[in-house]
């Protein structure tokens, strides 16, 4: 039988801090997490467990530390890793309160690693940026100028500034002399708050676009808080890049390569640290999702450039891993790769040659999950729900989205939660069926709920998307629910609230300038010093 470590605080400090690979994973629901966790933790809920785990930890004899406030949690986890093959498991009983009784740093906040580098790469170059008043001053007077959106498409669609194109990320260096008219051109990047805006604009200027390029100060946010309205529903995005756009980005991160130590690896070599099972290896494709659907290196992960610079923790989930990067021209995966080298990511290398001549696979990122996979459970598709009478729907889907829109008559839950709101909901032989966003999801729980003693359970097939696209009746509102309210399953961001939404915005815009200082406090992440461009 295999044994795991307990370990204490100062054990993991000291493990955060030297040079072996580890992973620290803290099981709460992303709202706890969100109110106060250990800064270089990874958050995969318990709910989403085996979903997230091979995707962040793909290496299954990594020193992996588990941690959760509360033992019944932690001891599933523990459960759940070591029947999926992790050898190396520890554990950090009283999670981050045992840190916090340590007298060391916790962080509120949701990828707050990266969030710390965007307010840090200002402060060390005084990224130049503009205010909203100001931006639209210019605009008013007819200025030559683009606005750059550094978001992905969707949270560009949801809101952004007035006539302001989508340009994600490591997009910007990749596409944006597409739409910039001239040299004389005033280039304004933003996102929604901070890090996006800064990351982005810093970008070009490290390139050396000839053209002034600012953040917008506070990105949407400080846009709204202005007292300035803000477009929805746009759809504008840069064209693929032109021969003379890809020659002059392909010669600007030359350059940034050489500044900031970007390496070089063949296929072959990257191919062997992926088999090597003694180290973990990320090859990741950071093109646009459509590319990556479209044809992408066998056993690739996706993540888009400009994302895995703002929420890495999303994307990798050991520390001091080797990261691989591909796309085609090299272009994106090497300023993507200048951004994870300055975040103090040492082993971080492009793939020489880009994608090559393949073989490829198709689709979107579809990371394996073995135990949603081997569940066994029956299915239910949407006509033949509408016909079932008085059975309990359960929808796994997130607090918003269920608010947003749900299945008329159902009712919210965590997975995680199931035993005790069930227990509590007081079910009997009701037939329970099983919903979310997610079939893996549905699939998992629903093997859950066998497993506590429920006698019908069945999954909808398809979930939410598919009883929408059979016209089944939809509601909204968060009131009908299995798990207790407040719901805890999401950090809400300030654009998340039904209200108290400027007051949040304000928070969340001097948590983020707070960061530095508290990171100094913290000292387990240390940013790498480079000579000036």
């Not at 709910?47 to 004899?61: A, H, K």
């Not at 980005?249 to 050489?258: E, I, L, M, T, W």
């Not at 996979?373 to 889907?397: F, Y």
């Not at 035993?419 to 007081?426: F, S, V």
Request: glycine share 8%; proline share 5%; net charge negative.
């Amino acid at each position: 039988m295999m044994t795991v470590t307990q370990v204490d605080a100062s054990w993991l400090r000291a493990a955060l801090l030297d040079d072996d690979e580890i992973a620290l994973i803290d099981t709460r629901e992303e709202g706890p997490f969100g109110a106060s966790h250990i800064l270089r933790a990874v958050n995969i809920p318990l709910s989403l467990f085996e979903i997230m785990l091979r995707q962040l930890v793909p290496n299954t004899g990594v020193r992996f530390v588990l941690m959760d406030d509360e033992s019944d949690r932690l001891e599933k986890a523990v459960a759940l890793a070591t029947a999926a093959g992790y050898s190396n498991v520890h554990t950090l009983p009283g999670g981050s309160k045992a840190w916090a009784d340590a007298g060391l740093e916790l962080f509120s906040g949701l990828n707050v690693p990266s969030k710390v580098f965007g307010e840090f790469i200002e402060h060390t170059y005084d990224t130049p940026r503009i205010e909203a008043a100001d931006l639209k001053k210019l605009m008013d007077e007819g200025q030559d100028l683009v606005v750059l959106d550094s978001r992905p498409m969707d949270e560009y669609n949801a809101m952004n500034i007035p006539g302001g194109i989508d340009a994600p990320g490591a997009e910007l260096v990749y596409r944006a002399k597409e739409v910039i008219p001239s040299d004389d051109t005033l280039v304004v990047v933003n996102c929604a708050g901070r890090t996006r805006s800064i990351i982005g604009c810093q970008s070009l200027v490290n390139a050396g676009l000839p053209n002034k390029v600012v953040a917008l100060k506070d990105g949407t946010m400080g846009w709204y808080l202005a007292g300035l309205k803000l477009e929805k529903g746009a759809t504008r995005t840069v064209n693929a890049p032109s021969d003379d756009t890809i020659a002059w980005a392909k010669d600007a991160v030359g350059r940034v390569s050489q500044r900031f130590g970007v390496r070089s690896v063949d296929k072959a070599t990257a191919d062997g640290w992926l088999a090597d099972t003694s180290r973990t290896t990320f090859l990741i494709d950071v093109r646009s999702p459509e590319e990556y659907a479209a044809g992408h290196l066998p056993g690739a992960a996706y993540a888009p450039g400009g994302q895995l610079v703002q929420a890495t923790d999303t994307y990798v989930g050991v520390l001091k891993a080797r990261i691989v990067l591909v796309d085609d021209v090299e272009v994106r995966a090497r300023m993507t790769a200048s951004w994870l080298i300055q975040m103090g990511w040492e082993d971080v290398y492009v793939l020489e040659g880009g994608l090559g001549d393949g073989p490829f696979e198709t689709g979107p990122y579809a990371p394996p999950v073995p135990e949603a996979d081997a569940a066994a459970v029956d299915t239910v598709t949407a006509a033949e729900l509408k016909a079932l009478d008085g059975a309990l729907v359960l929808d796994l889907s997130n607090s918003v989205k269920y608010r947003k829109g749900h299945i008329a008559g159902s009712k919210w839950a965590i997975r995680s939660t199931l035993a005790r709101d069930l227990d509590r909901a007081a079910v009997g032989d009701t037939p329970i069926v099983v919903s979310s966003r997610d079939d893996r999801l549905s699939r998992l729980a629903a093997g859950d709920l066998l497993a506590l003693g429920a006698k019908d359970v069945r999954v909808l097939t398809g979930g939410h998307d598919a009883w929408v696209a059979a016209g089944g009746a939809l509601e909204t509102g968060l009131e009908n629910t299995v798990a207790p309210l407040p719901a805890d399953d999401l950090y809400f961001k300030p654009y998340d609230r039904d209200h108290g939404v400027e007051q949040a915005m304000k928070a969340y815009l001097d948590w983020e300038v707070a960061l530095v200082e508290q990171l100094e406090r913290d000292q387990t992440m240390i940013f790498p010093q480079f000579p000036a461009g």
